[in-house]
C-alpha cells in the first residue's frame, strides 16, 4: 500500500519545539519531492515548505523562515520538519505530500504548484501552541 504518514505533533506552548516526521511506505521516497503543507482551523491549506529530491535544496515560506527546517533521510524513506520557536498562529494541521513526476526548482514547486494535485497525501499531524 502507497501511503505517507506524519506524526510528531502535539499541544506546545508559544517558544516550544516539535519534530515532524513523515513516513513513506509502498514507494522510494528518494525519488520524490516533499512539500509540508499547513492547514489553520477555518483557513485553506498553504504550503510551509519544499524539499527537492534530487540535491537536497529547500524553500520555506517567509512565515516560518528561520524558524523552521525540512530534511529527509532517504534510508529512513522519512521527511522531517523541525518547528521551532513555534507560535499561536503555526496551530494547524500539518500534511506532508510527495510528488515524482515534476521536474521543478524548489521555489517553483512550493510557490507555484497546485499541491493538491501531488501523488501522495499524508493523513495529517496535529499542532497547538497555545499557553
Known amino acids: 500500500q502507497l501511503q505517507l504518514v506524519e506524526s510528531g505533533g502535539g499541544l506546545v506552548q508559544p517558544g516550544g519545539t516539535l519534530r515532524l516526521s513523515c513516513v513513506a511506505s509502498g514507494f522510494p521516497l528518494d525519488r520524490y519531492d516533499i512539500v509540508w503543507v499547513r492547514q489553520a482551523p477555518g483557513k485553506v491549506r498553504d504550503w510551509v515548505s519544499c524539499?527537492?529530491?534530487?540535491?537536497?535544496?529547500?524553500y520555506y515560506a517567509d512565515s516560518v523562515k528561520g524558524r523552521f527546517t525540512i530534511s529527509r533521510d532517504n534510508a529512513k524513506n522519512t521527511a522531517y520538519l523541525q518547528v521551532n520557536i513555534l507560535k499561536p498562529e503555526d496551530t494547524g494541521v500539518y500534511y506532508c505530500a510527495a510528488e515524482g513526476r515534476l521536474s521543478l526548482t524548489v521555489q517553483v514547486m512550493c510557490t507555484m504548484t497546485d499541491h493538491r494535485y501531488f501523488e501522495h497525501w499524508g493523513q495529517g499531524t496535529l499542532v497547538s501552541v497555545s499557553q
Open positions: 524539499i527537492h529530491h534530487s540535491d537536497g535544496s529547500t
